[in-house]
């Protein structure tokens, strides 16, 4: 499963960006869980370890958001054409970061924990007060 982050930017505090995960390969198919993870900044030597779970959509189609984010962010996803977006309002500074796409057949639950099988390379936020 290959997986491929767009949307990011710099943005101001109270600004919008909507992120996108183009999702393709063999073995994905649409009943597979995804997310959105933020890796905050300084910390990328870290590993996945470090990455905090924004959104997810379960294999279900229950979603479930970080509590900072809720009411802020909206996260879905286009079977159709394999994407997974995070719409994001009224961001703040600490929404800075490396924000990675990931997926995985869940054979387990996982919700918001960094331990999904298939990662993205990331894609930058930036968000200036």
């Known amino acids: 499963v290959q997986l491929v982050e767009s949307g990011g930017g710099s943005v101001q505090a109270g600004g919008s960006l909507r992120l996108s995960c183009k999702a393709s390969?063999?073995?994905?198919?649409?009943?597979?869980?995804m997310g959105w993870f933020r890796q905050p900044p300084g910390e990328e030597r870290d590993g996945i370890r470090a990455?905090?779970?924004?959104?997810?959509?379960?294999?279900?189609?229950?979603?479930r958001y970080e509590d900072s984010v809720k009411g802020r962010f909206h996260i879905s996803k286009d079977n159709a054409k394999n994407t997974l977006y995070l719409q994001m309002d009224s961001l703040k500074p600490e929404d800075g970061g490396m924000y990675y796409c990931?997926?995985?057949?869940?054979?387990?639950?996982?919700?918001?924990?960094?331990?999904?099988?298939?990662w993205g390379q990331g894609t930058q936020v930036a968000v200036s007060s």
């Open positions: 990455r905090k779970g924004v959104a997810m959509i379960d294999r279900d189609g229950s979603i």
């Open positions: 990931a997926a995985d057949s869940c054979p387990i639950w996982v919700g918001l924990d960094p331990i999904y099988k298939y």
């Open positions: 390969g063999s073995t994905y198919d649409s009943t597979y869980c």
